[in-house]
Structures are given as structure tokens and as C-alpha cells.
């Protein structure tokens, strides 16, 4: 098996199986090429010392991709430093985001950003100041001209934060080109950047992507911890498979002295030696970041938080990070065993494999390997393929049960069974039930509609309409719906959680009981015990809003006006601390002896503190701040400075 010709070969048996042993060096170039440019940027954080890095570019966040490095700083207050000549050309301050922010282009045609800073330094930082007081914001975007503010190489042009939607004390550094994409910047070889470990795997996910598949004789998706040695990985037992199957991996890149974990550019996977999977996160296109919800497994980052980067790409994914990759690329297991390799490789050129061979192993209608279940039942929907997952019942017979599709009946048998449970799949592209009739009981299933991914479509039913705009979706979707009322109380149910959307759809509800609408009435998404508030509108009735999540809504009053906690008052700032315990809180004003005064608001700790225009000028006066949530309760705190 010739892999390249810097791959030696090594047989070797490990826990009764045979492994494959690459030998590989940083030159090897089967999964993606190591970019160096020649400019020299200078590092924005302590140039010339060793750095600690809490985040690299292309990492997989949960709804985006990370644009750039996470410099850990190790409280707030350290000097940055611009990395090149330029001029400041765009400053931001806002609550989240990147909350302090500040653009720097220079005359190569690259704009570096620093984000979540804590101060503005030098005359920006006075312009930006007085621009807020004129317009009497806290949250400002400014854009400036070439000759307006310009800085040069090394010039220190902020002090680091934790702004914005910050975890904790660090400069979030970018460098992006003339069509505003993010490159990564460790193609400018920063020597503060150390690096010789290579990425760690965790685990595959073997998934079925049709009914006909199987893993060790069962259909669904199945998650397989690695055995380790060096960067080699491996299974220590055998995988039985037939069918087509989708491969996904969890695994990060690692640094010397770090317990961060970092994103992986360079994903390659080999069938039979044979590319027949690249991925290379080189540069970001922020349109398209939130594609990353299809480029992950969605319903496993949704449920259980693990990010696993599948290993084929989805008809709704958009991305143009597979260098030709066919879609919907599954590996096929017919008459004859599969050896799958797939290659790691980071910004550095650290490269790890993992190694398994899929064997290929009839379908059969009876498995001892089905989890030991205690419920009665249990729906998923799988691909296109509805699971249905039905307990057997003493004495029972006759293993068929009966679908129920718009008043009409027929027969299903089990697809296969095991440790006294019939397991059966429904093709939703052939048939969309109503219910389904077991031993168990009826099964509702509240199907409503499939929903097309790539052009624009309209549901309408008794008590809801919604609108799904062109490419809103990743897949077609199999929309549930149904609405409960109960002490007054209403639950509507769209869709369910588990499924992504790339864009906001438009909802149009009906309730049960005949609201009075007001303020303090208010649309809410469940998630758990918690109430999320929703934006929305009451038009005739029915009540209106815009939504890029699905799953459980309903109603709530919200009365309550937010708190407001004096922590430290002086002629010099005041800090309080405001929160809100349902709905929000939408906006806040201070005024000191009747003048307006600038509020810095930390949602992330509740604390706002002012400050001032004029440094040299004292707070003298009656100081009042104003509070008002999303439901118009509003709390007003007053003192005499």
C-alpha cells in the first residue's frame, strides 16, 4: 500500500489486531501545504516572548468558525502593539461580539483587528470617546479615513480586555486580505509561537446513511474511542460493517506548556489508499461561517456539546474547504474489507493518523448488540430514515406493526431485531406517518412536512405559518408540530432543536386562549428549565417573530423590573451591577446632575460602571441610571455625588 515516499510501513500487532505504522516528517504534504509569507508582521502581545495561545484560526465553534489567534494575557491592561504601518481605519464598541475593537490596514492590502480590549490608547482612543458623548451612545462603529488616525509598526494603539463576548482576559488578533477574508496568521511565522505536538484524536463516529447499512449489525450513529500509540491511533477491536458509512472524527491540536486546546487545518482521509477526503481551513469567509453547523454533526454539538468534523460533505454544506471532495462522499462496504486512514495535520506540520479497517460483514436480521433499553419505545430520525426503536411485549406473535399516513393503514415489518426489541425503518422520503400502532401502544409522531433546503417554502397549517427563505436550511427536514394547552399555559412545538438552520425563518402563531396583548406578555424558547426571550410582534391576534432556532416556544409574563446593586459610588465612577431574571434587559441610561453620562456595561458580570468625559473633570451632582428590560419594566437607581 503506497502512500508516498516518505511513508515507511510498518506491520505491527497490537490487542490480537494488525495496525498500520506510519512513519511521517513535517515536509509531508499528502494533507495540505504549510504556507510562510516573506512580510514581517510584528506578534501584538509581548513581541519577542514565548506566547500562550487560548484559541488558533479555523477552530470549531458553536455556530461559527474561530477567524483568528486568542493571545492569553494574564489580567487586562496589557499594551498592543500594532503588528504593521497602517492607519486605523474601523472602531467598534459594543456589549458582545468582539465588544472594544480596532481595524488596522495596511499598505500590503491586509487589515489587522485586535478585539476585546479594554481602553482605546492615544488620539482614537479621545476621538471615539467624545463621539459616544456627542451621540450619546454606549455603542458605537466608526469608520475613519486613510490620513485620519495612522499608526506605525510596534506603536501601541490599545490596552487588552475581556469585552464583548470574551471567556476571560486575552487579545483576539486577526489579519484578513483585501476581500475581507480571514487568513490564518501564523503564516507570518511568528517565532513567539511554539509548536511540536502534534493533534490528538479522541474518537470516530461511524454513521449509517441509508437503511440498508449497518455497524455491528445495527443502525444509527456510533461513537468508538482510540487507543494511542505516539501519534498513531488505532481500534482495539474489529468494526463489522456493510452499507454506505459516513466516518467522523473528534480530535484538537495540542502546544508545548498549554492546556488549551486548538483547531486542526488539515483533515485527509484514505480509503483503500486512495484521497477520497480533503479538508483545508486556510483562509475565512465570514458569509459563510455559519456553515460550520453543517460541517459538524449538529444534533451530537446540540445534545451532548463534542464537536465531530465529519468526514463528508452534506449536499447543504457550502463550503469550499474540500478541494473537489465528491458530495455526500460515503465509504462503501460491500463484498470485502475497508482500510480507512485519516491524516491530522497542524499549522506546524505535526501530523497523527488514525487507522481501522471496517469489516465488511452481511446485514442480518437479528443482533445480540442492542443496548439494553428500559423504555418502551424510542423515535429518531437518522438521515432521511426514521428509527423506530419498539420494546416486545409478552406473548407477542406477530412482530409487524401498522403506519398510519392520512387515515390509511399498511403493514411494517422490523428491519431487524435483538434482546427483545423490533427495530424498524421508515424511508421519510416515501412515506411521512401520523402515528405508528405497536404492542407498546400508538406512537405519535406529529410529522407535518418535509421542508426543502434549497429553494423557498411556505407551511401553513390551523394555527401556524412559516416561511423558510431560500437555502434556510442544510437538509430537507422533517417538520413535527403541535401545540398543548394546559392551566392556561401553552406549548407550541416547531421542528425539533436537534436541527440546524443557516438562516432566521419567519413564524406566524395562532394561540388556543385569547390573549390580551401587552408588554409584559412575551414569546419565549425553551431550552430545558430555562425561558430564552424572543423578539416578536402581536399582528390580529396571532403573534409574529423571526427564529434561527427550532424546538419548544411559549408565553410568559414577565412583571418583574430588573435589579439594580450599588457597588462602589465616588466623585471619580460609579460601578454598579444590573440584571434581569427573564426577560432581559433591553437598554440603560445614567445621567449625573442632568447631563448624559457614558455607562460601560460586562453582560457577562452584570457590572456597569461609568466614564468620564473629561478625566480632570469630577462626577458632582444627582446621579440616576436607569434600567428597562425586554418587557418595559424598568428600575431606576438614584444617589446624590
Known amino acids: 500500500m503506497k502512500l508516498s515516499d516518505v511513508i515507511t510501513l510498518v506491520l505491527l500487532t497490537l490487542s490480537g489486531s494488525a495496525v498500520a505504522q506510519f512513519s511521517l516528517n513535517k515536509t509531508d504534504s499528502l494533507v495540505g501545504s504549510v504556507k510562510k509569507r516573506s512580510e514581517s508582521y510584528l ?149 513567539e509561537v511554539k509548536d511540536n505536538l502534534a493533534p490528538l484524536a479522541q474518537k470516530i463516529a461511524l454513521k449509517t446513511l441509508d437503511a440498508d447499512s449497518r455497524i455491528n449489525d445495527q443502525f444509527g450513529r456510533f461513537e468508538f474511542s482510540v487507543a494511542r500509540r505516539g501519534n498513531e491511533y488505532y481500534f482495539n477491536q474489529p468494526i463489522l460493517a456493510s452499507g454506505r458509512i459516513g466516518i467522523e472524527v473528534l480530535a484538537h491540536d495540542k502546544m508545548e506548556n498549554s492546556r488549551f486546546r486548538y483547531g486542526i487545518p488539515y483533515i485527509e482521509m484514505l480509503i483503500d489508499s486512495q484521497v477520497v477526503f480533503t479538508q483545508n481551513i486556510d483562509k475565512i469567509n465570514f458569509a459563510e461561517s455559519r456553515s460550520i453547523l453543517a460541517l459538524m454533526d449538529f444534533k451530537t454539538l446540540e445534545l451532548k456539546g463534542s464537536r465531530f468534523n465529519k468526514l463528508y460533505v452534506d449536499d447543504g454544506n457550502r463550503l469550499n474547504y474540500y478541494n473537489n471532495t465528491p458530495r455526500k462522499q460515503a465509504v462503501e462496504v460491500k463484498d470485502k474489507d475497508v482500510k480507512v486512514l485519516i491524516k491530522l495535520k497542524d499549522y506546524n506540520g505535526n501530523i497523527s493518523q488514525v487507522h481501522f479497517t471496517l469489516k465488511s460483514n452481511p ?90 433546503s434549497e429553494i423557498a417554502y411556505k407551511f401553513y397549517s390551523d394555527w401556524a405559518e412559516i416561511s423558510f427563505p431560500n437555502q434556510s436550511l442544510y437538509d430537507t427536514a422533517y417538520l413535527s408540530m403541535y401545540r398543548e394547552s394546559a392551566n392556561k399555559k401553552e406549548l407550541f412545538t416547531i421542528g425539533n432543536r436537534t436541527i440546524p438552520l443557516h438562516r432566521s425563518i419567519e413564524v406566524m402563531l395562532q394561540p388556543l386562549n385569547n390573549y390580551i396583548p401587552s408588554k409584559d406578555l412575551g414569546l419565549y424558547r425553551k431550552e430545558g428549565n430555562a425561558h430564552i426571550f424572543v423578539s416578536s410582534e402581536w399582528q390580529n391576534g396571532k403573534i409574529k417573530f423571526m427564529t434561527r432556532d427550532l424546538g419548544q416556544f411559549t408565553f410568559v409574563r414577565d412583571t418583574v423590573p430588573p435589579v439594580i446593586t450599588k457597588l462602589s459610588i465616588t466623585n471619580t465612577s460609579a460601578r454598579l451591577k444590573i440584571r434581569d431574571g427573564l426577560s432581559g434587559i433591553s437598554y440603560f441610561e445614567a445621567n449625573i446632575g442632568g447631563q448624559w453620562l457614558l455607562m460601560i456595561y460586562d453582560y457577562k458580570t452584570g457590572i456597569i460602571r461609568s466614564e468620564r468625559l473629561d478625566d480632570k473633570k469630577l462626577l458632582s451632582g444627582d446621579f440616576e441610571l436607569k434600567v428597562v428590560d425586554n418587557a418595559g419594566n424598568e428600575k431606576i437607581f438614584k444617589q446624590k455625588i
Open 363 to 452: 446485514v442480518a436480521k437479528e443482533t445480540p448488540l442492542l443496548s439494553l433499553m428500559t423504555m418502551p419505545y424510542t423515535t429518531d430520525v437518522l438521515e432521511n430514515i426514521l428509527e423506530v426503536n419498539v420494546k416486545t411485549c409478552l406473548q407477542q406473535k406477530d412482530p409487524n406493526t401498522i403506519l398510519w399516513e392520512q387515515g390509511k393503514s399498511s403493514t411494517v415489518s422490523p428491519s431487524y431485531s435483538g434482546s427483545n426489541r423490533f427495530i424498524y425503518l421508515i424511508d421519510l422520503k416515501k412515506s411521512l406517518p401520523d402515528s405508528i400502532q405497536t404492542c407498546q401502544g400508538t406512537i405519535r409522531l406529529h410529522l407535518k412536512d418535509r421542508i426543502p
Open 43 to 191: 506578534f501584538p502581545i509581548h513581541p519577542g516572548s514565548t506566547a500562550m495561545l487560548t484559541g488558533t484560526m479555523g477552530e470549531l465553534r458553536a455556530t461559527h468558525f474561530h477567524a483568528g489567534l486568542d493571545i492569553d494575557t494574564p489580567s487586562t491592561g496589557v499594551p498592543v502593539f500594532s503588528a504593521q504601518d497602517g492607519y486605523i481605519s474601523h472602531a467598534t464598541a459594543t456589549t458582545g461580539g468582539y465588544g472594544n475593537v480596532l481595524y488596522i490596514t495596511h499598505p500590503d492590502g491586509n487589515t489587522t483587528v485586535y478585539a476585546h480590549l479594554e481602553q482605546f490608547k492615544g488620539p482614537v482612543g479621545e476621538f471615539i470617546r467624545k463621539e459616544r458623548y456627542a451621540r450619546k451612545v454606549s455603542e458605537i462603529d466608526l469608520t475613519f479615513e486613510s490620513g485620519q488616525f495612522p499608526v506605525k509598526k510596534g506603536e501601541v494603539i490599545a490596552l487588552s480586555g475581556n469585552t464583548g463576548g470574551s471567556g476571560g482576559p486575552h487579545l483576539h488578533f486577526e489579519v484578513r486580505n483585501s476581500n475581507n477574508e480571514a487568513i490564518n496568521p501564523l503564516q507570518y511565522n511568528f517565532a
